[in-house]
């Protein structure tokens, strides 16, 4: 089983066949791994984060612009409990002046394209009692390099590598041995990617 990123750069070496540092440094693998759990983390959406800077409430201030690390937001907190999670479309739905509503305490929120949108809409009264709403989004992974395989359970680590293993061996369009390589884990990648997503929706898993 692989358990550090020590261990993930050596999978690697050993099935590119590339075990020389000086050809092949730590930090290209690194590279390419990040790559990996980048695209395994837009399948899965296996990596979050939770944060309590991305919004600062503005009295009569609808909607709130997202830092490009968001890619989807799956809940958020004030003063202690949870906002209900709606739509544009459902707020359009029940009223198609929602955006004239009367302001207040935020009751709901919606996730549209970049931004953040509460209803109502944050008074004075609401800033003064509190700023910051708590949110849980799923995000960009961490750097590798840096962070290892964060969140990524460790039965896992190898669908993440099989994309990196197949996207370094595509670098060498030349190379009959090269191209059945990034072929084959490239499929290796999909399979296993699809499985996992299957599971994480039969179980239920919100993070």
Do not use: C
Not at 28 to 44: C, K, S, V, W
Not at 106 to 121: G, Q, R, S, T
Not at 162 to 178: L, M
Request: glycine share 4%; charged share 25%.
């Amino acid at each position: 089983m692989i358990t550090t990123i020590a261990g993930a750069r050596t999978y690697f070496r050993e099935r590119t066949n590339e075990r020389s540092t000086t050809v092949l440094p730590d930090a290209t693998i690194d590279e390419y791994l990040q790559i990996g759990i980048e695209a395994l983390n837009r399948r899965t959406r296996y990596f979050y984060a939770d944060s309590s800077a991305l919004v600062t409430f503005v009295a009569e201030t609808q909607e709130y612009a997202l830092s490009l690390d968001v890619i989807e937001v799956k809940f958020v907190t004030w003063r202690g409990s949870e906002l209900a999670k709606s739509s544009i479309e459902e707020f359009r739905r029940k009223n198609n002046r929602w955006q004239q509503e009367t302001s207040g305490s935020p009751e709901f929120w919606a996730h549209y394209a970049d931004k953040l949108v509460f209803l109502p809409k944050p008074n004075a009264e609401a800033v003064a009692a509190s700023a910051t709403p708590t949110i849980r989004f799923i995000s960009r992974p961490a750097d590798v390099s840096v962070a290892g395989f964060t969140q990524l359970p460790y039965q896992e680590w190898p669908i993440a590598i099989a994309y990196a293993i197949a996207e370094w061996s595509a670098t060498y369009p030349d190379s009959a041995v090269a191209s059945g390589r990034s072929a084959y884990y490239r499929e290796i990648f999909k399979e296993e990617s699809e499985a996992v997503l299957a599971y994480y929706s039969l179980r239920g898993v919100q993070k």
